[in-house]
Nanobody
Framework: QVQLVESGGGLVQAGGSLRLSCAAS????????MGWFRRAPGKEREFVAA????????TYTASVKGRFTISRDNAKNTGYLQMNNLKPEDTALYYC?????????????????????WGQGTQVTVSS
């Protein structure tokens, strides 16, 4: 099992930027696909972005394409989500997750059920 801890959330005005980090411990993240998900108040947890173990493949939900960038530093066992041009509808609790089912895969998982290890989340609030 991989323990994940998110950080970097906060309150920002619309149009602003935040960079979320996801630090892994208790296991190595470097072989695994890493994903970011979010849950807005009253809504289900939804996929945001994912990156394969090598960083060779990334995928995003349509609403964040062109604004968010997922990346990772395997030497630091850490993943990132750079969020630019934030909108009020991006307000949510953001989670990072690791997919231990398919190490070294070249296709990133995009559903909640495909990820086994989850962090506790970091709150992002975007004011209008």
């Amino acid at each position: 099992q991989v323990q994940l801890v998110e950080s970097g959330g906060g309150l920002v005005q619309a149009g602003g930027s935040l960079r979320l980090s996801c630090a892994a411990s208790g296991g190595t993240l470097r072989r695994l696909t890493m994903g970011w998900f979010r849950r807005a108040p009253g809504k289900e947890r939804e996929f945001v972005a994912a990156i394969t173990w090598s960083g060779g493949s990334t995928t995003y939900t349509a609403s964040v394409k062109g604004r968010f960038t997922i990346s990772r530093d395997n030497a630091k066992n850490t993943g990132y989500l750079q969020m630019n041009n934030l909108k009020p509808e991006d307000t949510a609790l953001y989670y990072c997750a690791a997919d231990r089912n398919w190490p070294y895969t070249t296709v990133a998982a995009t559903t909640v059920a495909q990820y086994e290890d989850w962090g506790q989340g970091t709150q992002v609030t975007v004011s209008s």
